[in-house]
Every structure is written in structure tokens, then in C-alpha cells.
């Protein structure tokens, strides 16, 4: 497991760039702390992002259902990118909801919010995606080295985990992550095992291109308590089946 020192350590720097986030007004949530900020500028960045070739270039994305994303989504759907939205805290066993433009039944501004998704969208398990190509995530804090730190909870590290495990993101796909300038911070951020880097951030006024790609090759049990494994059903089958082997 990760040691108390560095999650205090990734916990004082969310607090830090929440209360930053809430000081200059550039959020639009009411609380913003516990959460990736609904960032005011996320259009703008979601439009910056449409205009580099590796979002051209893409026609399979997954996002995360943060709201600050929803830009991106929106677009990805309008252009007629499928795109693989996590089930928030990948609830069901078949963690991800497929939204195909051409099987919609509503407009993408409906389809790409949680609930628009949860109402009309089929969802879809791990074995059952096409190979990924873009990955857009939220982020807290992130750094030029593209060292994220997302709300704590852990979701798109899992995400990312699962998916890398099944071949489904490889070195040949881009994660990405819009945020607000302010969310962009120059100290060293604390990573460890289970954690995934980005490739690209994007902001209203700028791209940032980081590297090396750093990522997780599968699910790193040891790093997951038993609770949160319990909670989250794709997990829970998995490691009924590993202790029955």
C-alpha cells in the first residue's frame, strides 16, 4: 500500500489548489473540495483540445464523467466519435456507458451528462470495448511532468488499470486531462505505483506536452483496501476469481 506520508502529502496539495480554485473564483461549483473542479474556462479548453491532431486523429475516446469534461464529451459525440463514459464510481458491473452517435436517441448536449447517459445509454464491461485511442480525464493538481493528482478516490486510476490490463490502452494512446490554469502547479507531485501520468494537458491558454508516459500495466491489488474493492463490483468478480484459483 502507499505510505500515509504520500497521501498527506497529495492531500495537502488538493487542499491547497482548492482553496486557490475558490479564491480567485474559478470554479463553478458551490463546494469544490472533494471534487475535480468544474472549472470556468473548461469550454475553452475542450475547444483547444479539438483542435490538436491527436483528438483529430481519434474515433474511440474514454472520459471521465466529471463535469468539467463535459465539453469534451459533447464535442467528441457532435463529431461522431464514440466515446466510453466510466459509470460514476464504477457502480455496475459493467462499468462503462457506451454512447455511439449513431445510436443515439437524444441530442450529444443530453447524452453526455451522467444522468442523459444513465437513462439512454447501453453499458458495456471491459471485454466488450474497442481498443482506446484518446483518454480525457479530470484532474486536481498536475504538473508539467504530467504527475496527476485526481480527488483521492481513486476511479480513473482504476479505470486506466483495467483497461491497460486488457490491452485496451497501450503506448499508442494519448491521456489527456483539461483543467484550469491554476491546476497547473511547478512542484514535484508525489506518484506512485498505481498511478498513471498524462500526455497532454490542456488549458484555455495553453497545451502542455509532457512525458514520458508512465502508466499501470494492470490492477495493482495490493494497493486497494478490501473495502474499496468490495464497492466496486468489476473488482469484487475479479478477486472473487483470483482466490478461488
Not at 468490495?230 to 483470483?242: N, S
Request: proline residues 7%; negative net charge; charged residues 25%.
Amino acid at each position: 500500500m502507499p505510505s500515509p506520508r504520500v497521501d498527506q502529502r497529495k492531500n495537502e496539495i488538493r487542499d491547497y489548489v482548492w482553496n486557490l480554485l475558490d479564491q480567485h473564483h474559478a470554479v463553478l461549483d458551490e463546494d469544490v473540495r472533494g471534487r475535480i473542479p468544474n472549472f470556468i474556462g473548461a469550454e475553452e479548453a475542450a475547444a483547444r483540445l479539438a483542435d490538436l491532431s491527436v483528438w483529430r486523429d481519434s474515433s474511440v475516446i474514454k472520459a471521465v464523467p466529471d463535469k468539467a469534461q463535459y465539453p469534451a464529451r459533447v464535442r467528441a459525440l457532435s463529431e461522431g466519435k464514440i466515446v466510453y463514459m466510466a459509470v460514476p464510481r464504477l457502480a455496475k458491473q459493467h462499468p462503462f456507458y457506451l454512447l455511439d452517435p449513431a445510436a443515439l436517441s437524444v441530442g450529444p448536449e443530453v447524452a453526455a451528462t451522467s444522468s442523459g447517459a444513465a437513462e439512454i445509454a447501453p453499458n458495456v464491461g471491459v471485454d466488450e470495448l474497442r481498443p482506446i485511442d484518446l483518454v480525457v480525464c479530470g484532474s486536481v493538481a498536475v504538473n508539467r511532468d504530467g504527475v496527476r493528482l485526481g480527488k483521492g478516490a481513486g476511479y480513473s486510476d482504476i479505470e486506466v488499470a483495467l483497461l491497460s490490463e486488457a490491452g485496451l490502452i497501450t503506448e499508442h494512446t494519448t491521456i489527456v486531462t483539461t483543467v484550469h490554469p491554476l491546476q497547473v502547479v511547478d512542484d514535484e507531485l508525489p506518484e506512485t505505483e498505481h498511478d498513471f501520468s498524462v500526455d497532454v494537458i490542456v488549458t484555455r491558454d495553453e497545451v502542455i506536452t509532457c512525458g514520458p508516459a508512465r502508466r499501470p500495466s494492470g490492477v495493482i491489488w495490493d494497493h486497494l483496501s478490501p473495502e474499496k474493492i468490495a464497492a466496486i463490483p468489476v473488482l469484487a468478480a475479479r478477486a472473487d476469481g483470483r482466490g478461488s484459483n
